[in-house]
């Protein structure tokens, strides 16, 4: 486990990864570290051999491709880490490929659910303010969670509703924010803001102690939001995210101007939005062309 540890720790001080993708590696890191052991070998003896069996394995648990992917870029990226750093020579896991992940349509919230979730938010107290500030900032900028709770004052520009934040792999990036977020803004940075901001954090969204607020207490007010508009569902800081990309295609943005928002590597990441799209515009047909309907 020391290595997976040293592993971690580069990921998280080197790489900058998000608390959650840590997390997510570690939980394959430690599933592999366990299967490791059941076929009594080490981190550091691994051949061929080992890999298929590795392979077999996941296999064998019937989860679906997209999470074995998942696994073998954790422990590839591992071994990528070790030859680096001359622990092991060779990377056997860099011959073996990912398996085509399954495609699937991105979770993003319907007009009307969101228009009940702004319209439970109160802006009358500082934590309403900010959880205010919170659903303003996922839905019109389309940032992840970890991008949005590591934005500080110094990197938003007031005049141009810009600002800059760091992404992926330590990617800077800029994001546009419209005039009902700049008025949450105002609110909460002209009142709500000084009752937590009682250590000079620097951060924007702050918790009860002055610190930068967690990933995962984001989730939990997300949870509390939904709830109090009523709404029988489940969603994360990344359905707003999914919600911002589908809205901008569906009112005519290209897909270049999408994938630079959201900070995409590729287009083709981005590209899994247009399939929402259209889908949206068959059902949109098949409601409205009179052959459509018998």
């Known amino acids: 486990m020391e290595y997976i540890k040293n592993y971690l720790e580069y990921l998280q001080v080197v790489k900058k ?14 599933e592999y570290n366990e299967f490791l052991g059941n076929i009594f070998t080490s981190v550091t003896k691994v051949n061929r051999e080992t890999v298929n069996k ?36 060779d990377n056997y896991f860099n011959s073996v490929s990912n398996p085509r992940k399954d ?27 900010r959880n205010s500030l919170i659903i303003e900032l996922l839905y019109a900028t389309g940032l992840r969670v970890s991008e949005l709770v590591n934005i500080k004052i110094k990197n938003i520009d007031m ?3 810009i600002i800059k934040v760091l992404g992926k792999g330590s990617k800077e990036r800029i994001v546009i924010y419209n005039n009902h977020t700049k008025l949450a803004m105002n609110r909460y940075l002209n009142d709500g803001y000084h009752e937590f901001n009682k250590i000079n954090s620097g951060y924007l969204i702050l918790n009860k ?86």
């Open 17 to 30: 990864y998000s608390d959650m993708t840590i997390k997510a590696y570690e939980d394959d890191l430690i």
């Open 54 to 89: 590795y392979l077999k394995f996941l296999y064998e648990k019937k989860i679906n491709k997209n999470s074995v992917g998942r696994k073998l870029s954790s422990v590839r990226g591992l071994y990528n880490y070790l030859v680096r750093e001359e622990i092991v020579s």
């Open 103 to 129: 495609l699937y349509l991105p979770k993003f919230l319907k007009d009307s659910d969101l228009d009940k979730i702004f319209m439970v938010c109160n802006s009358d107290g500082p934590i309403g303010q």
């Open 159 to 161: 005049d141009n509703r």
């Open 209 to 294: 102690n002055g610190n930068k607020l967690s990933e995962r207490y984001v989730r939990v007010i997300i949870d509390k939001l939904v709830h109090q508009a009523g709404l029988n569902i489940k969603i994360s800081p990344h359905t707003l995210r999914h919600t911002f990309a589908t809205d901008m295609l569906e009112e005519g943005a290209d897909l270049m101007t999408v994938k630079e928002l959201l900070g995409h590597e590729s287009l083709n990441t981005t590209s899994i939005y247009t399939h929402v799209t259209n889908e949206q515009i068959r059902k949109t047909y098949n409601m409205a062309h009179p052959r459509a309907k018998k």
